[in-house]
T-cell receptor
């Protein structure tokens, strides 16, 4: 099955810093989504981005499907950005399930 | 903004008992899912459901598990004869379509099997 690797596994930032999280996947996908799991365990959908670039406030994401990676950018980080960021993909052979990466655990210090 | 709701938020059960986890997907969504997350690990797909039948299921989703949409709003996951290793956070999710639409998760039910 498709493999999803995220890096770095852990990241500590000072409030106000910028960061880039990476997601590599092993095969072609027809769906890629980024999620934020906050410290309370809630999974929040950040982006549906199988290709191209999207921006939402301080967050933006870029997926280069032909090279099998996606990047999530966080600018001017805030303490509320802390949590785990997951990339999840859906392979071309499946239309109903997302495969999650292991996540990047982000801690933003005040 | 409409959201997926799950009940209960926390369920404690004894090994061997049956549990039913409940979910109300977003009203205009047609595709429903269950995922689980063992503490500290990645989120794992269990099952997807469309048009009143299972569309796809993972190896985890064996005969111990079943799903049902008993009415027009609820979507349930039943776990029979629970085991210690079933302890996890169970997330319900829904999407408007299978393609080109984001997945929306509920807040989860934390299941503890003692």
């Amino acid at each position: 099955g498709i493999q999803v690797e995220q890096s770095p596994p852990d990241l500590i930032l000072q409030e106000g810093a910028n960061s880039t999280l990476r997601c590599n996947f092993s095969d072609s996908v027809n769906n890629l989504q980024w999620f934020h799991q906050n410290p309370w365990g809630q999974l929040i959908n950040l982006f549906y981005i199988p290709s191209g670039t999207k921006q939402n406030g301080r967050l933006s994401a870029t997926t280069v499907a032909t090279e099998r990676y996606s990047l999530l950018y966080i600018s001017s980080s805030q303490t509320t950005d802390s949590g785990v960021y997951f990339c999840a993909v859906e392979g071309m052979d499946s239309s109903y399930k997302l495969i999650f990466g292991s996540g990047t655990r982000l801690l933003v210090r005040p | 903004e409409p959201e997926v709701t799950q009940t209960p938020s926390h369920q404690v059960t004894q090994m061997g008992q049956e549990v039913i986890l409940r979910c109300v997907p977003i009203s205009n969504h047609l595709y429903f899912y269950w995922y689980r997350q063992i503490l500290g690990q990645k989120v794992e797909f269990l099952v997807s459901f469309y048009n009143n039948e299972i569309s796809e299921k993972s190896e985890i989703f064996d005969d111990q598990f079943s799903v049902e949409r008993p009415d027009g709003s609820n979507f349930t996951l039943k776990i029979r004869s629970t085991k210690l290793e079933d302890s996890a956070m169970y997330f319900c999710a829904s999407s408007q379509t299978a393609y080109n639409s984001p997945l929306h998760f509920g807040n989860g039910t934390r299941l503890t099997v003692t």
